[in-house]
């Protein structure tokens, strides 16, 4: 199986800093790559497809990019709002989807 | 909107089997276009994939679960359901089911908490 990994585990940031988070994938997995936002006590939300685009409704401070093994997740000015866990998520080896550790975004 | 509702016991005992039902409102299972898929996460940890079904019943599985799971789908109920045999500790978790657009969980439910306990 693809194996996702993350860093930081964690991170502290102020409001209105920029937030960036790496996930790599094990073997080369294109494209087929997700970021989730996960809220305490909530499910995850799907903000981020196929590495790089936007889903409906998500702010535009949030971005994605990547290829191949390596991919990056950046909030440009971190809101209190986005507190939370963000996961990645690889989709190219259908149907062994596997996520990322995940990384603890705090204020 | 499409909307997920997981729903089952709480508490399991080991060696038993947890079910698990999943009702989906906003959108026909039987319509196709998507699979409908099972994730659960442990208490303070990541998520984990157990498996997806497609209306017509065409099922995948996690490896590392594939002896011990089964999804099934109704849709007379516009429901999909979840069994895990033999369950242990490790099982513990919350459950979720989601719709799964080409490997993406676009929607999820609010998740349902399992004990394995005796």
């Known amino acids: 199986d693809i194996q996702m990994t993350q860093s930081p585990s964690s991170l502290s940031a102020s409001v209105g800093d920029r937030v960036t988070i790496t996930c790599q994938a094990s073997?080369?997995?294109?494209?087929?790559l997700n970021w989730y936002q996960q809220k305490p006590g909530k499910a995850p939300k799907l903000l981020i497809s196929?590495?790089?685009k936007l889903e409906t409704g998500v702010p535009s401070r949030f971005s994605g990019r990547g290829y191949g093994t390596d991919f990056t997740f950046t909030i440009s000015s971190l809101q209190p709002e986005d507190v939370g866990i963000y996961y990645c998520q690889q989709y190219d080896h259908i149907p062994r989807f596997t996520f990322g550790p995940g990384t603890i975004v705090d204020l | 909107q499409v909307q997920l509702q997981e729903s089952g016991p709480g508490l399991v005992k080991p060696s038993q089997t947890l079910s698990l039902s999943c009702n989906v409102s906003?959108?026909?299972?039987?319509?196709?276009?998507?699979?409908w898929a099972w994730i659960r996460q442990p208490a303070g940890k990541g998520l984990e994939w157990i498996g997806r079904?497609?209306?017509?019943?065409?099922?995948n599985y996690n490896p590392s679960l594939k002896s011990r799971v089964t999804i099934f789908v109704d849709t007379s109920t516009n429901q999909i359901s979840l069994r895990l045999t033999s369950v242990t500790a490790a099982d513990t978790a919350v459950y979720y089911c989601?719709?799964?657009?080409?490997?993406?969980?676009?929607?999820w439910g609010q998740g349902t908490l399992v004990a394995v306990s005796s």
């Open positions: 196929d590495a790089s």
């Open positions: 906003g959108y026909s299972i039987s319509s196709g276009n998507f699979y």
């Open positions: 079904i497609y209306s017509n019943g065409h099922t």
């Open positions: 073997e080369e997995i294109n494209n087929y």
């Open positions: 989601a719709r799964d657009v080409v490997g993406s969980f676009d929607f």
